[in-house]
């Protein structure tokens, strides 16, 4: 009885954590995997620094962010891949609100992070749910048994020099529920890796915020690397608000 009561508070105090705007906001930003400012993380939630710096001072008593200080700077984190895992499949659970009319420059800012995104250290959005997709398609990726790398799969990614770590804590391989897509994304060691990659060899470029995108020539070399064609990889277009400015 006593156990379940623990779980139970404990439970209602990691989701107290998130059931507040403003400390959902930071999360969602903090998903680029990238450490903020509390002073950024302020603006991008659009509250005071002192409200920003007590809600901050909550999520890493409860163990959801951590920080580190240089000099006068306060930069956090999220904690680790599993936080980004809990709040990415939130995300994925939220229903779609309707949105009033938006400003065009807003509506291309949002079908970017539909199109491609980081999720934490892997790649989410339209992009990231194609991936995986064709990876199963071409049989580098098998599910029939829980997801699986084949060796067809391991070949290709060394194709690629992506490197393919030994399972530890955290899984090679694991399905992360895309929240604009509701289909999953490659997560794990090897979908942080894979990501890694393509940054590297200069096929994805950051956008704003969390969006990413694919650079011109990144676009023809990731449709090569997948037998698919430029088209295949190519965004739907933004639709035209029919007034604001850009």
């Known amino acids: 009885m006593s156990a379940t009561s623990t779980d139970g508070t404990a439970l209602a105090r990691l989701a107290g954590l998130l059931a507040d705007r403003t400390r959902a906001s930071f999360c969602l930003a903090l998903l680029d995997g990238r450490a903020w400012t509390a002073g950024e993380l302020a603006r991008a939630a659009a509250v005071a620094p002192s409200t920003a710096s007590e809600h901050l001072d909550r999520l890493v008593a409860g163990g959801l962010l951590v920080e580190e200080r240089q000099g006068r700077h306060r930069y956090l984190r999220l904690a680790g891949p599993s936080v980004a895992q809990l709040v990415e499949d939130l995300a994925g659970h939220t229903p779609a609100a309707a949105r009033p009319a938006r400003s065009l420059r807003a509506v291309r800012a949002d079908a970017a992070l539909a199109y491609a995104r980081t999720c934490y250290d892997h790649l989410a959005g339209r992009l990231g749910v194609l991936l995986r997709d064709t990876m199963l398609a071409r049989g580098l990726l098998d599910e029939r048994a829980g997801l699986t790398l084949t060796p067809a799969g391991r070949d290709w990614l060394g194709g690629l020099d992506v490197p393919v770590a030994a399972p530890g804590r955290r899984p090679l391989l694991r399905d992360c529920l895309d929240w604009t897509e509701r ?16 940054f590297d060899l200069g096929w994805l470029t950051r956008g704003t915020g969390r969006a990413v995108r694919l650079t011109p020539a990144g676009g023809p070399a990731l449709a090569g690397a997948l037998g698919l064609t430029v088209a295949d990889l190519a965004p739907v277009a933004a639709p035209d608000t029919g007034g604001g400015r850009a």
Do not use: I, N, Q, V
Not at 190 to 198: F, P
């Open 183 to 198: 289909r999953p994304h490659l997560a794990g060691t090897l979908g942080a890796a894979l990501c890694g990659r393509l």
